[in-house]
């Protein structure tokens, strides 16, 4: 298995990361073959990925490049969180509205 080193001690500058919800919205998730070959794939197109959140792009020095598809999901939990509040902001509305009538 795959394993990032993500031990407090070895970072510096932590800081939260904010508006996940508008990064996932601007995601393009796409379909696609190789041109080498081989069947259908998911997934994004890195120089898309490059603008909405290029910490997770990486040049491979010949010109090509790759996503780290690990790193998105610290994005998709924010973008999960913002959410989750938005839900429970509506809930506090539907409540009152129920309430009132």
Known sequence: SWMTFSDGTLKKNSEPRANGLEKVMAMQPVTY??????????????????????????????????????????????????????????KSVVVKLSDNS
Do not use: C, H, R
């Open 33 to 90: 073959q190789y041109k080498s070959g081989g069947g259908q794939e998911v997934g994004f197109v890195a120089q898309q990925m490059q603008k909405v959140v290029p910490e997770v792009v990486y040049g491979s020095g010949d010109g090509n490049l790759g996503i780290d598809y690990s790193k998105i999901t610290s994005v998709l939990v924010e973008a999960i969180k913002t959410q989750q509040e938005q839900i429970e902001d509506l």
